[in-house]
């Protein structure tokens, strides 16, 4: 009875935080006044907003877009755009494909970046983007960010998973989510990927996460036959891919994970990184 009672709970927990994310409103800024009516987006009229990009916003269960634009007496305005995903996962998902290593970070919501005119941060399933035309300075935009994620609520946190990624070598904020066909393949779904370099190399690691180990199996026994070495029996070890696309690729099978190394061509890092990752998995 106690454990279901748990489970509800974190069932309201999760859809309570759902519930105010649709239910956001824009707020109100001292000095500027809505121009028009609020805009709605879903799945369906998204391309009538951002016709060249929408294919992307939709892979990562885009549910609704709600554009809001503000204008002050000089005729600045900053236009507030609030793209709600179904999952958390999904929001960091088309925030990190956005977002660029060298951008300025900042701590609004979970995180936010900004440059020219521009700042875009990311909060729970929500992935909000505010640009300003005109504007006096760019401190306007932060004020703007701060009150847009304070309605939002909760801001959750970044996915957990990627805390596993080894430090060192890696490039800050270069961690990324793909949502399905990781390397171009339909039997690789979900994965979240990091870049790094050392003395001059680049490379990327991955992981991927399943529901239970057959999962796991199955994908590793497709990937075998995909590139002709098939197997009658995968294990929890380690294996290396001759991926006609991708070259040699290294990965380790344990539990409900799989993890490897891309692009790199030298056989002791790819080994060294492998067992760093396994080691910051241990700690999960």
Known sequence: MRAACLAIGIFVLLWGAGIGAKDFQFPEFTGWKLSGEIQTFDP???????????????????EELKVAEYQNDRKANVTVDVYRHKTPYDAFGIYSQERLPSANYND???QGYSEKEILNFLAGT???KITGFKIESEDILTSFAKKVAENLGEKGSLPSLL???????????????VTKNFLGYSFLHSAFTADYEITGRKFKLFIMEFGDKSECANMIQKYLEQTGKRREVVTETGYTISDPHHGPIDLIWRGNYIWGVLNMDNP?????????FGEELKKK
């Open 108 to 110: 609004i919501g979970i």
């Open 44 to 62: 369906k009229t998204l391309y009538e907003y951002i016709d060249g990009a929408a294919d992307l916003y939709l892979a990562y269960d885009f």
């Open 268 to 276: 002791d890092l790819r080994l060294k990184y492998l067992k760093l």
């Open 163 to 177: 805390a596993s990624f080894p430090r060192e070598g890696k490039v800050k904020n270069s961690e990324k989510y």
């Open 126 to 128: 929500s992935y909000v």
